[in-house]
C-alpha cells in the first residue's frame, strides 16, 4: 500500500538546510529569563536550526505544570526576534493553533496525547484550512500505523503542504530501557508508504533518560531519518517537566558532533559489487525461510485436522510453551537474541492457531453440507 500526499521537500521549507534537521529547545517555557538563556546558546550552534518550547502542556494527572500558556509564545517570539532561530510549538486544539499564528510560530506540532484523536485532529485542520506554516505529527501513544497515517492525511487535505512526521515512541507494554519503545519497525513502514514525507526522530521522549539519547540520535541517523528534537535546559535536574530526558546546551552540542551522517549511496564500484553479493545471499536465504514456513503452515493443517477427528481443543498452553522455551533456548545457539525469538514465534503461533481455525471451519462446513 502506498499513500500519495501532496507534501514539499524539508529543505525547502527550512531555509539553509543542507544536514538533518536540528530542532532543540526546554520541555516546557518556565520563564523569560530561561527561554532566553536556552536559546543564546543554542544559537551558537550552526547546526540548530529550531527553538522549540513547551506552551501547554497535556498531563496525565491534574495539579501538575501544564504549561504557561500564551505569555509563553511572547518568550518565543522574542527569542525569533533576537536569535534568527525559527520557532516551534506544540498545538492540541484549533484555539492553540490561532494564539500560534498569532505570535508568528514558524513550525507547529501535534503532540502524541491528540494525534490518538481523529476529532482533535480533524478540529485542528479545519483551523489550518488556507495557512501555509510547517506542520509536524507525532505518532500517537500506541502502535496504531493507520491512525498515524490518517493524521497526517487530515493535515495534508487542509492544504497543509509542508507537513512532516515525529517518531517519539509508543507505550510499552512491559519493563523496558526507554520511556517508549521505538518500536524502528513502525515509522519505517511509514517511510515506506509515504516515501517523501519527512520524519524527524524525538530521542528525548524515547529515551526518557538523558543517557539514551546519543545511541537513539544515532540510531534514528543511520535509519536515513531527516532529523532530531532534542530537548534542553540550563538546568535540566531542575526543570518543571520531564527532567531526565533533558540535557544541557553544552551537552547537546558534544552529541551532535559525535553523530555520524552516514551517506544513502555512493559510487564506489567495488562496494557495490560486495554489497549486490550480500544482498543475494539475503534473497537466497528470504526465499528458504519462506518455503519453510509454508511447510510449516502445511503440517498445522494436518495437526487441525487430526484434533477435529479427535475432539481436541485447537490451543494447548502447555504445547505454546514448551515451543517458546525450546526455541529460545535454540535461538542463542545461533547467537539469536532471546526477544527476537520470542517475538518470531508469537507471531508464527497467532498465524498457525488462524490457519487451524480455518481448516476446522471449513471442514465443519463440509460436514454440515
Known amino acids: 500500500m502506498k499513500v500519495n500526499l501532496n507534501l514539499s521537500p524539508i529543505e525547502n521549507w527550512i531555509p539553509g538546510l543542507t544536514e538533518p534537521l536540528v530542532i532543540s529547545g526546554p520541555c516546557s517555557a518556565e520563564s523569560e529569563e530561561q527561554v532566553m538563556a536556552v536559546a543564546r546558546e543554542l544559537k551558537k550552534n550552526p547546526k540548530i536550526k529550531v527553538f522549540r518550547a513547551g506552551i501547554w502542556k497535556p498531563r496525565t494527572r491534574p495539579n501538575s505544570f501544564e504549561g504557561i ?18 520557532t516551534s510549538v506544540e498545538v492540541a486544539k484549533a484555539s492553540h493553533v490561532e494564539l500560534a499564528l498569532k505570535y508568528d510560530v514558524d513550525i507547529i506540532w501535534i503532540g502524541a496525547r491528540t494525534s490518538v484523536n481523529p476529532f482533535s485532529v480533524q478540529e485542528i485542520a479545519d483551523c489550518l484550512k488556507g495557512v501555509d506554516i510547517p506542520v509536524l505529527v507525532k505518532n500517537p501513544i500506541n502502535p496504531d500505523l493507520q491512525l498515524w497515517i490518517g493524521a497526517l492525511e487530515r493535515i495534508n487535505q487542509a492544504g497543509i503542504t509542508k507537513l512532516g512526521a515525529i517518531h517519539r515512541g509508543f507505550s510499552p507494554l512491559s519493563d523496558s530501557e526507554y520511556r517508549n519503545e521505538p518500536m524502528w519497525s513502525i515509522p519505517l513502514e511509514l517511510q515506506r508508504i509515504i516515501p517523501n514525507l519527512p520524519i524527524i526522530c524525538d530521542p528525548s521522549h524515547i529515551s526518557g533518560n538523558r543517557i539514551l539519547i546519543e545511541p537513539v540520535s544515532q540510531k534514528a541517523y543511520d535509519l536515513q531519518m531527516n532529523g532530531v528534537m532534542i530537548e534542553s535546559h540550563m538546568d535540566p535536574d531542575n526543570a518543571l517537566s520531564d527532567a531526565k530526558q533533558q540535557i544541557t546546551p553544552k551537552t547537546l552540542e558534544k552529541i551532535l558532533d559525535r553523530l555520524i551522517i552516514r551517506k544513502p549511496e555512493t559510487s564506489d564500484v567495488d562496494f557495490e559489487l560486495r554489497l549486490k553479493e550480500l544482498r543475494q545471499k539475503i534473497d537466497k536465504i528470504d526465499h528458504d525461510i519462506l518455503e519453510v514456513m509454508g511447510a ?10 487430526h484434533k477435529k477427528e479427535h475432539n481436541i481443543t485447537i490451543l494447548q498452553k502447555g504445547r505454546y510453551d514448551q515451543i517458546m522455551n525450546d526455541r529460545i533456548e535454540q535461538g542463542k545457539k545461533f547467537l539469536l537474541k532471546e526477544e527476537f525469538v520470542k517475538e518470531l514465534y508469537e507471531m508464527i503461533h497467532e498465524n498457525s492457531i488462524k490457519r487451524q481455525t480455518e481448516v476446522m471451519n471449513k471442514k465443519a462446513a463440509e460436514n454440515a453440507g
Open 296 to 305: 510449516r503452515m502445511q503440517v498445522a493443517e494436518e495437526i487441525a485436522l
Open 69 to 86: 500558556g500564551e505569555v509563553g509564545l511572547r518568550w518565543l517570539k522574542r527569542v525569533k526576534e533576537e536569535t534568527g532561530l525559527l
